[in-house]
């Protein structure tokens, strides 16, 4: 394959440092006949790259996988993870890393490529991806950038005239995903089962490093290093639930080391309020529902936790104890977090004993008749209070009194309000029915039109402007929506 590095990339390579058992080299499926089909400028120039030359036949080929850069030397990570409880060895079946990419301000990001081709972890797989989950991808982690979540993010999806056969044959996608790092609760499941402590220790050394240098060469690193990582998947997940996110696939091997959501399969945001919302289609238990996620995020931290036991102290007993100590922070975290986002979304600037009670009812209230989540907190927002039968009720008539006297507390004006409900109540979400139509007119028509204008309104969802108003309408309920794994 050719080079081409004339486009910006600036490789450094860390991950290869580590033992090789946490990796294999791969080689790049190429593409026939690639297009770009969608490309993230503003991304492009925070890494440091050229977008135009990015775009033209160079830069294609490249993020095609028919061309390499200089330095670059693609791997496919290995991991394992419990999935739905259950423990398995896994490792990056259709990813591969083109490498680390060191921006103009010094950060350093993973360049990976998603659906380009097969890997010593394919398990039997052909390494491919259909356009259709890579444009979901696109859609979704770029809207939870625009929601300041933390998560990876997006850069390109290249259409191929490769055939894909799954049920039918579909269009090929490779969707160039950038992340802080692919470290995952998962990887270090697997350094303990297939490796062993000194595995372990390189692993922690290496994410300590990478991530959380601070921390580094202390006496209490690992224990520090936990409780980072159990207090980032606390916030993280708090701000899951304030804007009605559903992940849909909690895995350990789909929780990062890094704080970032990961992995846009069966995930969707829930319109009506039910803490039982499931939207995959595999998740027959609801066991990663909305109202399930703190406490299956709480878990995966412990699996965590489990692995750096032998670092933490030399006597496994005092191990555990500190292990415990830090895990049981997660509910704190994650509880103050969440109340935290909830005052804001209803215009409260100090904290109150009473504020949790107050939530509290509003919530149940929600949930009894059924209210649209983000809707409510839109209504409350603008004091639109019409069309849900929540307003109407003897439950929201009392509830709303006694908000209006805790806003009376604050003394703030009424534009101080408004402006922190607005910060903190997005005007507009990734609806499914909403993303179901970009997809749909994106792979069946080949028409982008409509994503491009949905992507357009939701790089700045607390804008609240009229373009956005356009996709408030919600949709009628309908059959169940379900949601599938294939990213």
């Not at 440091?48 to 996988?65: E, I, K, M, P, S």
């Not at 990056?92 to 921006?103: S, Y």
């Not at 139509?437 to 009229?466: C, G, I, W």
Request: hydrophobic content about 40%.
């Amino acid at each position: 394959m050719p080079n081409n590095n004339n486009i910006g990339w600036n490789f450094d390579e860390t991950y290869t440092n580590l033992p090789s058992m946490f990796y294999s080299t791969a080689k790049l499926d190429p593409a026939t006949n690639p297009t770009i089909v969608f490309f993230n400028d503003s991304l492009a120039k925070e890494l440091g790259l050229d977008a135009n030359v990015l775009q033209a036949d160079d830069g294609v080929n490249t993020l095609a996988g028919n061309s390499l850069p200089n330095n670059s030397m693609p791997i496919a990570q290995a991991y394992a993870g419990h999935q739905f409880g259950n423990f398995t060895m896994l490792g990056d079946g259709r990813a591969i890393m083109l490498g680390e990419q060191l921006t103009p301000d010094e950060k350093r990001y993973d360049i990976q490529f998603k659906g380009s081709g097969r890997t010593a972890y394919s398990r039997g797989g052909d390494g491919f991806a259909a356009i259709g989950p890579m444009l979901r991808e696109y859609i979704m982690s770029e809207a939870m950038h625009g929601l300041n979540i933390p998560t990876t993010r997006s850069l390109a999806v290249i259409k191929s005239d490769d055939p894909v056969y799954r049920d039918d044959v579909l269009s090929r996608g490779i969707l160039t995903r950038v992340a802080k790092s692919h470290l995952r609760v998962g990887t270090f499941q697997y350094a303990l089962a297939y490796g062993d402590v000194a595995d372990v220790q390189a692993l922690a050394d290496y994410a300590i490093n990478r991530h959380y240098p601070d921390f580094k060469n202390t006496s209490t690193q690992y224990a520090d290093f936990l409780r980072k990582v159990v207090k980032q998947q606390a916030y993280l997940v708090a701000k899951w639930q304030l804007v009605g996110f559903i992940h849909g696939v909690m895995n350990t091997d789909n929780m990062t080391i890094s704080g970032e959501t990961i992995d846009y399969g069966p995930c969707a945001f829930m319109n009506s309020f039910a803490p039982n919302t499931v939207f995959s289609s595999i998740d027959h238990q609801g066991r990663y529902a909305y109202g399930n996620q703190p406490a299956i995020a709480n878990w995966n931290v412990a699996r965590f936790a489990e692995t750096l036991l032998p670092l933490l102290d030399s006597d496994q007993d005092k191990a555990v104890e500190i292990a415990k100590e830090i895990i049981s922070s997660f509910q704190m975290y994650f509880s103050n977090a969440w109340l935290a986002g909830m005052r804001s979304k209803l215009g409260l600037f100090t904290t109150k004993e009473t504020d949790n009670d107050l939530i509290s009812e509003l919530v149940r209230a929600m949930e009894k008749y059924q209210a649209d989540y983000n809707d409510t907190f839109l209504a409350l927002t603008r004091d639109t209070l019409e069309g849900e039968v929540l307003f109407q009720s003897e439950e929201f008539n009392t509830w709303y009194q006694r908000w209006q006297t805790r806003l009376q507390e604050e003394n703030k004006s009424s534009d101080e309000v408004v402006r922190l409900m607005r910060s903190s109540n997005p005007a507009l979400i990734p609806r499914n029915h909403l993303v179901e139509r970009a997809l749909t007119d994106a792979v069946e028509h080949d028409n982008y039109d409509f994503m491009n204008y949905l992507l357009s309104a939701l790089k700045n969802p607390f804008a609240h402007s009229q373009a956005q108003a356009e996709f408030e309408k919600i949709p009628v309920p309908q059959t169940p929506y379900q949601t599938y794994c294939g990213t």
